[in-house]
Protein backbone atom coordinates (compact mmCIF):
# COMPACT_ATOMS: atom_id res chain seq x y z
CA UNK A 1 0.00 0.00 0.00
CA UNK A 2 1.78 2.98 -1.07
CA UNK A 3 0.97 6.16 0.83
CA UNK A 4 0.14 8.07 -2.57
CA UNK A 5 -2.63 5.34 -3.76
CA UNK A 6 -3.98 5.48 -0.49
CA UNK A 7 -7.80 4.72 -0.47
CA UNK A 8 -9.75 5.66 2.50
CA UNK A 9 -13.29 4.80 3.54
CA UNK A 10 -15.14 5.57 6.46
CA UNK A 11 -18.64 4.03 7.81
CA UNK A 12 -20.79 6.64 9.09
CA UNK A 13 -21.42 10.42 7.66
CA UNK A 14 -22.49 12.04 10.81
CA UNK A 15 -20.86 14.86 13.48
CA UNK A 16 -17.54 13.30 13.49
CA UNK A 17 -17.05 10.39 10.13
CA UNK A 18 -18.44 13.69 7.88
CA UNK A 19 -16.06 17.09 8.66
CA UNK A 20 -13.23 14.64 9.46
CA UNK A 21 -12.85 12.60 6.21
CA UNK A 22 -13.50 16.01 4.40
CA UNK A 23 -10.43 17.52 6.32
CA UNK A 24 -8.29 14.35 5.41
CA UNK A 25 -9.27 14.65 1.95
CA UNK A 26 -8.96 18.48 1.97
CA UNK A 27 -5.35 17.92 3.18
CA UNK A 28 -4.31 15.25 1.37
CA UNK A 29 -5.68 15.47 -2.33
CA UNK A 30 -3.83 12.55 -3.50
CA UNK A 31 -5.88 9.79 -0.90
CA UNK A 32 -9.00 8.84 -2.27
CA UNK A 33 -11.57 9.28 0.57
CA UNK A 34 -15.22 7.78 0.66
CA UNK A 35 -17.50 8.36 2.79
CA UNK A 36 -20.32 5.79 3.19
CA UNK A 37 -23.63 5.67 4.87
CA UNK A 38 -26.93 3.30 5.09
CA UNK A 39 -28.72 6.55 5.45
CA UNK A 40 -29.63 7.31 1.77
CA UNK A 41 -31.38 11.19 2.83
CA UNK A 42 -27.59 11.84 4.68
CA UNK A 43 -25.45 11.16 2.17
CA UNK A 44 -28.12 12.95 -0.69
CA UNK A 45 -27.51 15.86 1.77
CA UNK A 46 -23.74 15.48 1.74
CA UNK A 47 -23.70 15.62 -2.25
CA UNK A 48 -26.01 19.20 -2.40
CA UNK A 49 -25.53 22.21 -1.47
CA UNK A 50 -27.03 22.13 1.83
CA UNK A 51 -25.03 19.57 4.17
CA UNK A 52 -26.86 17.83 6.63
CA UNK A 53 -24.44 19.49 9.47
CA UNK A 54 -23.75 23.15 10.29
CA UNK A 55 -20.20 23.84 11.05
CA UNK A 56 -18.76 27.12 10.66
CA UNK A 57 -15.80 26.36 7.80
CA UNK A 58 -17.31 23.25 6.85
CA UNK A 59 -18.87 24.33 2.95
CA UNK A 60 -15.70 25.62 2.16
CA UNK A 61 -13.67 22.63 3.02
CA UNK A 62 -15.92 20.07 1.49
CA UNK A 63 -16.52 22.47 -1.77
CA UNK A 64 -12.86 22.43 -2.34
CA UNK A 65 -12.43 18.05 -2.24
CA UNK A 66 -15.86 16.82 -3.20
CA UNK A 67 -15.92 15.04 -6.45
CA UNK A 68 -11.97 15.16 -6.44
CA UNK A 69 -10.78 12.98 -4.16
CA UNK A 70 -13.88 13.12 -1.52
CA UNK A 71 -17.08 11.14 -2.13
CA UNK A 72 -20.14 10.84 -0.50
CA UNK A 73 -22.24 7.45 -1.24
CA UNK A 74 -24.53 4.47 0.31
CA UNK A 75 -22.45 1.80 -1.59
CA UNK A 76 -20.91 0.32 1.44
CA UNK A 77 -19.97 -2.74 0.62
CA UNK A 78 -18.02 -1.62 -2.81
CA UNK A 79 -16.00 0.96 -0.94
CA UNK A 80 -15.16 -1.74 1.91
CA UNK A 81 -14.21 -3.87 -0.66
CA UNK A 82 -11.25 -0.96 -2.72
CA UNK A 83 -10.22 0.42 0.94
CA UNK A 84 -6.90 0.12 2.13
CA UNK A 85 -7.97 1.87 5.57
CA UNK A 86 -11.60 1.79 7.00
CA UNK A 87 -12.66 4.06 9.91
CA UNK A 88 -15.32 3.15 11.60
CA UNK A 89 -17.40 6.49 12.51
CA UNK A 90 -20.76 5.11 13.13
CA UNK A 91 -23.15 6.20 16.57
CA UNK A 92 -22.75 4.30 20.25
CA UNK A 93 -25.69 5.48 21.77
CA UNK A 94 -26.63 4.84 25.06
CA UNK A 95 -28.40 1.57 25.12
CA UNK A 96 -32.12 1.97 26.57
CA UNK A 97 -32.87 -1.59 26.78
CA UNK A 98 -31.32 -4.92 28.79
CA UNK A 99 -28.24 -5.20 30.78
CA UNK A 100 -26.84 -1.97 30.98
CA UNK A 101 -29.75 0.11 29.81
CA UNK A 102 -29.52 3.87 30.82
CA UNK A 103 -25.78 3.40 31.29
CA UNK A 104 -23.76 1.05 28.66
CA UNK A 105 -23.10 2.11 25.14
CA UNK A 106 -24.95 0.67 22.43
CA UNK A 107 -22.65 -1.10 20.09
CA UNK A 108 -25.07 -3.07 17.96
CA UNK A 109 -23.94 -0.31 15.29
CA UNK A 110 -19.92 -1.04 15.65
CA UNK A 111 -20.89 -4.35 15.36
CA UNK A 112 -22.58 -4.46 12.75
CA UNK A 113 -20.17 -2.72 10.75
CA UNK A 114 -17.44 -5.05 11.99
CA UNK A 115 -18.97 -7.95 10.24
CA UNK A 116 -20.01 -5.73 7.12
CA UNK A 117 -16.37 -5.37 6.72
CA UNK A 118 -15.22 -9.15 7.49
CA UNK A 119 -17.98 -9.97 4.70
CA UNK A 120 -16.75 -7.60 2.15
CA UNK A 121 -12.94 -7.28 2.80
CA UNK A 122 -10.53 -8.62 0.40
CA UNK A 123 -6.79 -8.09 0.94
CA UNK A 124 -5.16 -6.62 3.82
CA UNK A 125 -7.26 -3.83 5.87
CA UNK A 126 -6.36 -1.42 8.53
CA UNK A 127 -9.83 -1.20 10.76
CA UNK A 128 -9.52 2.06 12.80
CA UNK A 129 -12.31 2.93 15.60
CA UNK A 130 -13.10 6.33 15.14
CA UNK A 131 -16.23 6.10 17.04
CA UNK A 132 -16.17 6.29 20.97
CA UNK A 133 -15.89 2.70 22.84
CA UNK A 134 -15.58 1.52 26.07
CA UNK A 135 -12.10 0.24 26.29
CA UNK A 136 -11.44 -3.30 24.88
CA UNK A 137 -13.95 -3.46 22.33
CA UNK A 138 -11.17 -3.41 19.99
CA UNK A 139 -11.12 -7.06 21.28
CA UNK A 140 -14.61 -7.75 20.04
CA UNK A 141 -13.98 -6.03 16.60
CA UNK A 142 -10.71 -8.16 15.97
CA UNK A 143 -12.48 -11.39 17.18
CA UNK A 144 -15.18 -10.67 14.62
CA UNK A 145 -12.97 -9.64 11.60
CA UNK A 146 -10.94 -12.67 12.03
CA UNK A 147 -14.27 -15.34 12.59
CA UNK A 148 -16.50 -13.63 10.65
CA UNK A 149 -14.31 -13.32 7.45
CA UNK A 150 -14.18 -15.53 4.36
CA UNK A 151 -10.46 -15.98 5.16
CA UNK A 152 -9.08 -13.94 1.90
CA UNK A 153 -8.42 -10.69 3.72
CA UNK A 154 -6.62 -9.82 6.80
CA UNK A 155 -7.00 -7.13 9.60
CA UNK A 156 -5.24 -4.51 11.83
CA UNK A 157 -7.22 -2.92 14.23
CA UNK A 158 -6.41 0.71 15.49
CA UNK A 159 -8.05 3.04 17.76
CA UNK A 160 -8.10 6.77 16.90
CA UNK A 161 -10.71 8.27 19.05
CA UNK A 162 -11.97 12.16 17.57
CA UNK A 163 -11.51 15.29 20.10
CA UNK A 164 -13.38 17.40 17.86
CA UNK A 165 -15.91 19.76 19.21
CA UNK A 166 -18.88 20.62 17.29
CA UNK A 167 -19.23 24.13 16.63
CA UNK A 168 -15.24 24.40 16.75
CA UNK A 169 -14.91 21.02 14.19
CA UNK A 170 -12.74 22.60 11.15
CA UNK A 171 -10.25 24.37 13.22
CA UNK A 172 -10.13 21.78 15.75
CA UNK A 173 -9.32 19.33 12.57
CA UNK A 174 -6.71 21.62 10.64
CA UNK A 175 -5.00 22.30 14.43
CA UNK A 176 -5.79 19.42 17.23
CA UNK A 177 -3.76 19.46 20.17
CA UNK A 178 -2.86 15.73 19.35
CA UNK A 179 -3.75 12.41 17.31
CA UNK A 180 -4.16 9.60 19.30
CA UNK A 181 -3.37 6.22 17.53
CA UNK A 182 -3.81 3.28 19.51
CA UNK A 183 -2.92 -0.42 18.32
CA UNK A 184 -0.65 -3.30 17.89
CA UNK A 185 0.79 -3.02 14.59
CA UNK A 186 3.75 -0.52 14.48
CA UNK A 187 3.77 -0.97 10.53
CA UNK A 188 -0.65 0.14 10.61
CA UNK A 189 0.12 2.57 13.22
CA UNK A 190 2.89 4.61 11.07
CA UNK A 191 0.23 4.13 8.33
CA UNK A 192 -2.16 6.10 9.72
CA UNK A 193 0.67 8.43 11.41
CA UNK A 194 1.82 9.19 7.93
CA UNK A 195 -1.85 10.19 6.69
CA UNK A 196 -2.16 12.82 10.16
CA UNK A 197 1.38 13.96 9.59
CA UNK A 198 0.66 15.33 6.58
CA UNK A 199 -0.75 18.71 8.44
CA UNK A 200 -0.48 17.60 12.02
CA UNK A 201 3.52 18.09 14.16
CA UNK A 202 4.82 14.98 14.61
CA UNK A 203 5.30 15.79 17.91
CA UNK A 204 1.48 15.89 18.60
CA UNK A 205 0.93 12.68 17.48
CA UNK A 206 0.31 10.08 20.22
CA UNK A 207 1.36 6.68 19.68
CA UNK A 208 -0.48 3.86 22.57
CA UNK A 209 -1.77 0.78 22.87
CA UNK A 210 -5.04 -0.06 22.17
CA UNK A 211 -6.48 0.27 25.73
CA UNK A 212 -4.94 3.32 26.59
CA UNK A 213 -6.43 4.73 23.34
CA UNK A 214 -9.99 3.54 23.63
CA UNK A 215 -10.05 4.90 27.92
CA UNK A 216 -8.25 7.87 26.75
CA UNK A 217 -11.07 9.34 25.19
CA UNK A 218 -14.12 8.60 27.44
CA UNK A 219 -11.62 9.96 30.19
CA UNK A 220 -11.01 12.96 28.41
CA UNK A 221 -14.70 13.66 27.88
CA UNK A 222 -15.32 12.52 31.72
CA UNK A 223 -12.52 15.56 32.69
CA UNK A 224 -14.18 18.24 30.46
CA UNK A 225 -17.25 17.23 31.91
CA UNK A 226 -16.20 17.05 35.65
CA UNK A 227 -14.77 21.16 35.11
CA UNK A 228 -18.49 22.19 33.44
CA UNK A 229 -20.16 20.01 36.66
CA UNK A 230 -17.84 21.61 39.32
CA UNK A 231 -18.01 25.31 38.01
CA UNK A 232 -22.12 25.06 37.92
CA UNK A 233 -22.35 23.46 41.70
CA UNK A 234 -19.74 26.65 42.75
CA UNK A 235 -22.68 28.80 41.06
CA UNK A 236 -25.27 27.19 43.27
CA UNK A 237 -22.89 28.92 46.10
CA UNK A 238 -22.30 31.86 44.56
CA UNK A 239 -26.03 32.04 44.26
CA UNK A 240 -26.82 31.76 47.94
CA UNK A 241 -23.35 33.39 49.23
CA UNK A 242 -23.41 36.58 46.88
CA UNK A 243 -20.01 35.31 45.06
CA UNK A 244 -19.96 36.25 41.28
CA UNK A 245 -19.33 32.63 39.67
CA UNK A 246 -17.40 34.46 36.82
CA UNK A 247 -15.41 36.57 39.00
CA UNK A 248 -14.65 33.01 40.76
CA UNK A 249 -13.81 30.89 37.58
CA UNK A 250 -11.59 33.63 36.58
CA UNK A 251 -9.36 34.11 39.94
CA UNK A 252 -8.98 30.15 39.77
CA UNK A 253 -8.27 30.14 36.09
CA UNK A 254 -5.07 31.69 36.36
CA UNK A 255 -3.50 29.24 38.55
CA UNK A 256 -1.97 27.75 35.66
CA UNK A 257 -2.35 24.21 37.33
CA UNK A 258 -6.09 24.91 36.77
CA UNK A 259 -5.82 26.90 33.64
CA UNK A 260 -8.76 28.82 32.45
CA UNK A 261 -10.93 26.88 29.62
CA UNK A 262 -13.95 24.94 30.49
CA UNK A 263 -15.10 27.19 33.10
CA UNK A 264 -18.28 28.66 32.17
CA UNK A 265 -21.45 27.80 34.31
CA UNK A 266 -23.95 27.67 32.21
CA UNK A 267 -27.75 26.33 32.34
CA UNK A 268 -26.07 22.42 32.20
CA UNK A 269 -23.74 20.60 29.56
CA UNK A 270 -25.60 18.99 26.45
CA UNK A 271 -24.20 17.35 23.36
CA UNK A 272 -24.34 13.70 22.34
CA UNK A 273 -21.33 12.96 24.11
CA UNK A 274 -20.45 13.91 27.75
CA UNK A 275 -23.67 12.36 29.27
CA UNK A 276 -23.11 9.17 27.37
CA UNK A 277 -19.37 9.02 27.71
CA UNK A 278 -19.69 9.56 31.49
CA UNK A 279 -22.35 7.10 31.93
CA UNK A 280 -20.38 4.68 29.79
CA UNK A 281 -17.47 5.13 31.90
CA UNK A 282 -19.67 4.29 35.16
CA UNK A 283 -20.75 1.48 33.98
CA UNK A 284 -17.41 -0.18 32.80
CA UNK A 285 -16.25 0.75 36.31
CA UNK A 286 -19.67 -1.11 37.97
CA UNK A 287 -18.25 -4.51 35.29
CA UNK A 288 -15.18 -4.03 36.68
CA UNK A 289 -15.99 -4.02 40.23
CA UNK A 290 -15.20 -0.45 41.30
CA UNK A 291 -18.27 0.91 42.81
CA UNK A 292 -16.88 3.82 44.57
CA UNK A 293 -15.30 5.09 41.07
CA UNK A 294 -18.41 4.49 39.21
CA UNK A 295 -20.16 6.88 42.13
CA UNK A 296 -17.20 9.37 41.64
CA UNK A 297 -18.05 9.91 38.35
CA UNK A 298 -22.04 9.23 38.36
CA UNK A 299 -22.33 12.62 40.39
CA UNK A 300 -20.51 14.47 37.50
CA UNK A 301 -23.99 13.51 35.23
CA UNK A 302 -26.16 13.78 38.79
CA UNK A 303 -25.02 17.56 39.61
CA UNK A 304 -25.78 18.27 35.55
CA UNK A 305 -29.60 17.04 35.82
CA UNK A 306 -29.64 19.24 39.59
CA UNK A 307 -28.59 22.44 36.99
CA UNK A 308 -30.80 21.86 34.40
CA UNK A 309 -33.60 21.27 37.28
CA UNK A 310 -32.44 24.52 39.39
CA UNK A 311 -32.69 26.46 36.29
CA UNK A 312 -35.84 25.75 35.25
CA UNK A 313 -37.21 25.91 39.05
CA UNK A 314 -35.77 29.19 39.62
CA UNK A 315 -37.84 30.88 36.53
CA UNK A 316 -41.20 29.58 38.19
CA UNK A 317 -40.70 31.00 41.60
CA UNK A 318 -39.27 33.55 40.37
CA UNK A 319 -42.38 34.86 38.35
CA UNK A 320 -44.56 34.40 41.49
CA UNK A 321 -44.95 30.66 41.68
CA UNK A 322 -46.51 30.51 38.34
CA UNK A 323 -45.68 30.17 34.36
CA UNK A 324 -49.45 29.01 33.84
CA UNK A 325 -50.32 30.27 30.58
CA UNK A 326 -47.66 32.81 30.47
CA UNK A 327 -45.22 33.41 27.13
CA UNK A 328 -41.53 32.67 27.52
CA UNK A 329 -39.36 33.30 24.80
CA UNK A 330 -36.70 30.68 24.69
CA UNK A 331 -33.64 32.46 23.07
CA UNK A 332 -31.70 29.44 21.82
CA UNK A 333 -32.46 25.45 21.75
CA UNK A 334 -29.06 24.16 20.14
CA UNK A 335 -26.35 22.43 22.80
CA UNK A 336 -23.88 25.32 22.55
CA UNK A 337 -23.25 27.98 19.76
CA UNK A 338 -22.49 27.01 16.49
CA UNK A 339 -24.33 24.27 15.63
CA UNK A 340 -27.71 22.93 14.69
CA UNK A 341 -26.93 19.78 16.91
CA UNK A 342 -29.62 19.54 19.94
CA UNK A 343 -28.89 16.20 21.22
CA UNK A 344 -29.05 16.28 24.70
CA UNK A 345 -29.11 20.05 25.26
CA UNK A 346 -30.19 21.34 28.25
CA UNK A 347 -32.85 23.58 26.31
CA UNK A 348 -34.95 20.71 25.96
CA UNK A 349 -35.29 19.54 29.72
CA UNK A 350 -36.03 23.60 30.71
CA UNK A 351 -38.31 23.49 27.70
CA UNK A 352 -40.06 20.01 29.60
CA UNK A 353 -40.29 21.40 32.70
CA UNK A 354 -41.79 24.79 31.67
CA UNK A 355 -44.27 23.20 29.50
CA UNK A 356 -45.03 20.84 32.43
CA UNK A 357 -45.87 23.72 34.41
CA UNK A 358 -48.23 25.37 30.98
CA UNK A 359 -45.74 27.75 30.29
CA UNK A 360 -46.40 29.06 26.72
CA UNK A 361 -42.66 28.71 25.01
CA UNK A 362 -42.27 30.64 21.67
CA UNK A 363 -38.25 29.35 20.91
CA UNK A 364 -35.75 31.28 18.62
CA UNK A 365 -32.93 29.22 17.24
CA UNK A 366 -30.46 30.83 14.37
CA UNK A 367 -30.35 27.08 13.56
CA UNK A 368 -32.64 24.76 14.59
CA UNK A 369 -36.89 24.84 13.33
CA UNK A 370 -40.30 23.36 15.00
CA UNK A 371 -39.85 19.92 13.73
CA UNK A 372 -36.58 19.18 15.62
CA UNK A 373 -37.57 21.11 18.57
CA UNK A 374 -40.93 19.12 18.52
CA UNK A 375 -39.03 15.90 17.85
CA UNK A 376 -36.57 16.43 20.82
CA UNK A 377 -39.36 16.84 23.40
CA UNK A 378 -41.32 14.57 22.33
CA UNK A 379 -38.30 11.50 22.54
CA UNK A 380 -38.00 13.29 26.50
CA UNK A 381 -41.16 13.07 27.51
CA UNK A 382 -41.93 9.49 25.54
CA UNK A 383 -38.18 7.84 27.24
CA UNK A 384 -39.59 9.03 30.53
CA UNK A 385 -43.15 7.44 30.66
CA UNK A 386 -42.96 4.79 28.40
CA UNK A 387 -45.26 6.43 25.54
CA UNK A 388 -45.91 9.96 24.28
CA UNK A 389 -49.33 10.41 26.48
CA UNK A 390 -51.77 12.64 24.84
CA UNK A 391 -51.71 15.02 27.95
CA UNK A 392 -47.94 15.34 26.86
CA UNK A 393 -48.42 15.50 22.67
CA UNK A 394 -51.09 18.44 23.90
CA UNK A 395 -48.76 20.21 25.60
CA UNK A 396 -46.08 20.27 23.16
CA UNK A 397 -48.68 20.83 19.96
CA UNK A 398 -50.40 23.42 22.14
CA UNK A 399 -48.27 25.54 23.44
CA UNK A 400 -44.38 25.55 21.45
CA UNK A 401 -43.70 27.70 18.54
CA UNK A 402 -40.72 28.79 17.14
CA UNK A 403 -40.17 33.05 16.16
CA UNK A 404 -38.10 33.86 12.79
CA UNK A 405 -35.97 36.40 15.25
CA UNK A 406 -34.78 36.74 18.83
CA UNK A 407 -36.97 39.94 18.86
CA UNK A 408 -40.41 38.31 17.25
CA UNK A 409 -39.96 35.78 20.50
CA UNK A 410 -39.72 38.17 22.96
CA UNK A 411 -42.76 40.22 22.00
CA UNK A 412 -45.67 40.49 24.46
CA UNK A 413 -43.70 37.60 26.52
CA UNK A 414 -43.42 37.88 30.22
CA UNK A 415 -39.93 36.31 30.51
CA UNK A 416 -37.05 35.48 28.31
CA UNK A 417 -34.76 32.49 28.98
CA UNK A 418 -31.00 32.26 27.21
CA UNK A 419 -30.33 28.69 26.66
CA UNK A 420 -27.73 28.81 23.87
CA UNK A 421 -25.05 31.57 24.05
CA UNK A 422 -25.92 32.52 20.18
CA UNK A 423 -23.50 35.56 19.71
CA UNK A 424 -26.12 37.09 17.86
CA UNK A 425 -28.38 37.57 21.15
CA UNK A 426 -25.83 40.28 22.39
CA UNK A 427 -26.32 42.56 19.26
CA UNK A 428 -30.29 42.34 19.84
CA UNK A 429 -32.17 46.11 20.46
CA UNK A 430 -32.80 45.81 24.03
CA UNK A 431 -34.56 49.33 24.76
CA UNK A 432 -37.34 47.18 21.71
CA UNK A 433 -37.39 44.22 23.06
CA UNK A 434 -38.13 45.50 26.57
CA UNK A 435 -40.71 47.76 25.85
CA UNK A 436 -42.38 45.04 23.60
CA UNK A 437 -42.35 42.70 26.85
CA UNK A 438 -44.76 42.32 29.53
CA UNK A 439 -43.98 44.15 32.67
CA UNK A 440 -41.89 42.72 34.62
CA UNK A 441 -40.08 42.13 32.16
CA UNK A 442 -37.85 38.88 33.03
CA UNK A 443 -34.40 37.58 31.65
CA UNK A 444 -33.13 34.49 33.05
CA UNK A 445 -29.74 34.03 31.45
CA UNK A 446 -28.58 30.68 31.37
CA UNK A 447 -25.07 31.25 29.34
CA UNK A 448 -24.28 34.27 31.60
CA UNK A 449 -24.22 36.33 28.23
CA UNK A 450 -25.83 39.15 28.97
CA UNK A 451 -24.97 43.05 30.05
CA UNK A 452 -26.79 42.60 33.18
CA UNK A 453 -25.91 46.23 34.48
CA UNK A 454 -26.99 47.46 30.94
CA UNK A 455 -30.50 45.20 30.97
CA UNK A 456 -31.39 46.65 34.58
CA UNK A 457 -30.99 49.76 33.52
CA UNK A 458 -33.05 49.36 30.80
CA UNK A 459 -35.65 48.32 33.61
CA UNK A 460 -35.09 44.35 32.90
CA UNK A 461 -35.27 41.91 36.04
CA UNK A 462 -32.15 40.18 35.21
CA UNK A 463 -31.50 36.62 36.84
CA UNK A 464 -28.02 35.36 35.31
CA UNK A 465 -26.64 31.37 36.79
CA UNK A 466 -23.96 32.14 39.24
CA UNK A 467 -25.19 35.71 40.17
CA UNK A 468 -26.93 36.59 43.19
P1 LIG B 1 -24.07 10.49 14.10
O1 LIG B 1 -25.28 9.87 14.65
O2 LIG B 1 -24.10 11.93 13.68
O3 LIG B 1 -23.58 9.66 12.81
C1 LIG B 1 -23.47 8.29 12.77
C2 LIG B 1 -23.83 7.80 11.37
O4 LIG B 1 -23.54 6.40 11.29
C3 LIG B 1 -25.31 7.95 11.02
O5 LIG B 1 -25.45 8.76 9.86
C4 LIG B 1 -25.79 6.51 10.77
O6 LIG B 1 -26.74 6.39 9.73
C5 LIG B 1 -24.49 5.82 10.40
N1 LIG B 1 -24.53 4.37 10.58
C6 LIG B 1 -24.93 3.67 11.67
N2 LIG B 1 -24.79 2.35 11.45
C7 LIG B 1 -24.29 2.21 10.20
C8 LIG B 1 -23.92 1.09 9.42
N3 LIG B 1 -24.01 -0.16 9.89
N4 LIG B 1 -23.47 1.30 8.17
C9 LIG B 1 -23.35 2.55 7.68
N5 LIG B 1 -23.67 3.67 8.38
C10 LIG B 1 -24.13 3.49 9.64
O7 LIG B 1 -22.91 10.26 15.16
P2 LIG B 1 -21.63 11.19 15.44
O8 LIG B 1 -22.02 12.36 16.28
O9 LIG B 1 -20.89 11.41 14.17
O10 LIG B 1 -20.78 10.23 16.39
C11 LIG B 1 -20.13 9.08 15.87
C12 LIG B 1 -19.18 8.54 16.93
O11 LIG B 1 -18.17 9.52 17.21
C13 LIG B 1 -19.84 8.25 18.28
O12 LIG B 1 -19.22 7.13 18.85
C14 LIG B 1 -19.54 9.49 19.11
O13 LIG B 1 -19.51 9.22 20.48
C15 LIG B 1 -18.15 9.84 18.60
N6 LIG B 1 -17.80 11.27 18.73
C16 LIG B 1 -18.72 12.24 18.46
C17 LIG B 1 -18.36 13.58 18.55
C18 LIG B 1 -19.34 14.68 18.23
O14 LIG B 1 -18.99 15.84 18.45
N7 LIG B 1 -20.53 14.41 17.73
C19 LIG B 1 -17.04 13.92 18.88
C20 LIG B 1 -16.13 12.90 19.15
C21 LIG B 1 -16.51 11.58 19.07
C1 LIG C 1 -17.13 17.44 23.55
C2 LIG C 1 -15.60 17.51 23.75
O1 LIG C 1 -15.24 18.86 24.05
C3 LIG C 1 -14.89 17.02 22.50
O2 LIG C 1 -13.49 16.99 22.72
C4 LIG C 1 -15.37 15.62 22.18
O3 LIG C 1 -14.74 15.15 21.01
C5 LIG C 1 -16.87 15.60 22.01
O4 LIG C 1 -17.51 16.12 23.20
P1 LIG C 1 -18.92 18.93 22.28
O5 LIG C 1 -19.90 18.15 23.08
O6 LIG C 1 -19.10 19.03 20.82
O7 LIG C 1 -17.45 18.33 22.51
O8 LIG C 1 -18.85 20.43 22.84
P2 LIG C 1 -18.17 21.10 24.13
O9 LIG C 1 -17.57 22.37 23.70
O10 LIG C 1 -17.32 20.17 24.87
O11 LIG C 1 -19.44 21.47 25.04
C6 LIG C 1 -20.23 20.47 25.65
C7 LIG C 1 -21.28 21.12 26.51
O12 LIG C 1 -20.69 21.74 27.66
C8 LIG C 1 -22.06 22.23 25.80
O13 LIG C 1 -23.41 22.18 26.16
C9 LIG C 1 -21.42 23.49 26.33
O14 LIG C 1 -22.27 24.60 26.28
C10 LIG C 1 -21.12 23.08 27.75
N1 LIG C 1 -20.03 23.87 28.37
C11 LIG C 1 -18.77 23.80 27.87
C12 LIG C 1 -20.30 24.67 29.48
O15 LIG C 1 -21.44 24.73 29.94
N2 LIG C 1 -19.27 25.38 30.04
C13 LIG C 1 -18.00 25.33 29.56
O16 LIG C 1 -17.13 26.01 30.13
C14 LIG C 1 -17.74 24.51 28.44
Redesign the pocket.
Known sequence: MSESSLKICC????????PTMAMIAKQCPDIEVNV????ES?IAAWNSDSL??YEPGLDEVVREARGRNLFFTTD?SEKIKTSDMIFI?????TKTFGIGSGRA?NLE??E??AR?IALHAEGHKIVIE????PVRTAEAVKRILNSASNGSASFDVLSN??????GT?VTDLLNPDRVLIGGESQEAIEKLANVYGRWVRPDSIIRTNLWSSELS?LTA?AFLAQRVSSINAISALCEATGADVDEVANAIGTDSRIGPKFLKSSVGFG???FQ??ILNLVYLCEHFGLPEVAAYWEQVVLMNDYQKRRFSTSIVKTMFNTVSDKKIAIWGFAFKKDTN?T?ESAAIYVCRDLLEERARLTIYDPKVGLDQIKQELIYLMSAEFGTLSEKHRKLIDDNVEVANSAEAAASGAHAIAVLTEWDEFKEVDFDAVYRSMKKPAFLFDGRNLMDREKLSKIGFEVYATGKS
Not at 11 to 17: E, H, K, L, Q
Not at 36 to 39: A, K, L, P, S, T
Not at 130 to 133: I, M, N, Y
Request: charged share 25%.
Open positions: IGAGYVGGVDINRPIVSVNTPAFVKCEKSTLPEFLAEAKNGSCKDDR
